[in-house]
T-cell receptor, first 112, second 111 residues
Framework: GEDVEQSLFLSVREGDSSVINCTYTDSSSTYLYWYKQEPGAGLQLLTY?????DMKQDQRLTVLLNKKDKHLSLRIADTQTGDSAIYFC????????????FGRGTSLIVHP | NAGVTQTPKFQVLKTGQSMTLQCAQDMNHEYMSWYRQDPGMGLRLIHYSVGAGITDQGEVPNGYNVSRSTTEDFPLRLLSAAPSQTSVYFC??????????FGQGTRLTVV
């Protein structure tokens, strides 16, 4: 079955870049996503990438996809205290239910 | 736009009680799902639906029932609450291969 793995914690200094990593096992994944969860709230989509892409950039966010290694990363440039949150990697399969499978989430802590 | 609405936001149950967590979406999405979130465990899929009248089990379905009689509503029933069901529950909907929209969550404590 599908499995999505992430490290649980990341601590960075304000102004530095943050890189959150994710690995997945389902080679048929078509869409890969990054969601953000702020305290006491639901998840909100940050960005996504199609499996036929290697990179996607959206303002401070850069997503890199290595299909051979099934590795996805999210880079946040100039990290701010408002970026402190839990970041979830997710994937949906090419066929079937289209219901996303999520990783355990990475808690990003940004300190001054 | 209401999006995905979950009720209640907070609930305390005694062991053995039953209850229904409500979820409604106004975006005409076919796909709806229920997850539970526990510390260090991420989001685990309980049940999901790919359209009205069609439901299926996820990773952790035991102790929960669902039904989907309309496109808009996807309630989650706890049959006999247990302390292990203390968690935060999220409902989500999507039109398919696209962004999933989440409710604000229901924080359930079973004592």
């Amino acid at each position: 079955g599908e499995d999505v793995e992430q490290s649980l914690f990341l601590s960075v200094r304000e102004g530095d870049s943050s890189v959150i990593n994710c690995t997945y096992t389902d080679s048929s994944s078509t869409y890969l996503y990054w969601y953000k969860q702020e305290p006491g709230a639901g998840l909100q989509l940050l960005t996504y990438i199609f499996s036929n892409m290697d990179m996607k950039q959206d303002q401070r966010l850069t997503v890199l996809l290595n299909k051979k290694d099934k590795h996805l990363s999210l880079r946040i440039a100039d990290t701010q205290t408002g970026d402190s949150a839990i970041y979830f990697c997710a994937e949906t399969p090419q066929t079937g239910s289209y219901i996303p499978t999520f990783g355990r989430g990475t808690s990003l802590i940004v300190h001054p | 736009n209401a999006g995905v609405t979950q009720t209640p936001k907070f609930q305390v149950l005694k062991t053995g009680q039953s209850m229904t967590l409500q979820c409604a979406q106004d975006m005409n999405h076919e796909y709806m799902s229920w997850y539970r979130q526990d510390p260090g465990m991420g989001l685990r899929l309980i049940h999901y639906s790919v359209g009205a009248g069609i439901t299926d089990q996820g990773e952790v379905p035991n102790g929960y029932n669902v039904s989907r009689s309309t496109t808009e509503d996807f309630p989650l029933r706890l049959l006999s609450a247990a302390p292990s069901q203390t968690s935060v529950y999220f409902c989500a909907s999507s039109p398919g291969h696209s962004e999933a929209f989440f409710g604000q969550g229901t924080r359930l404590t079973v004592v």
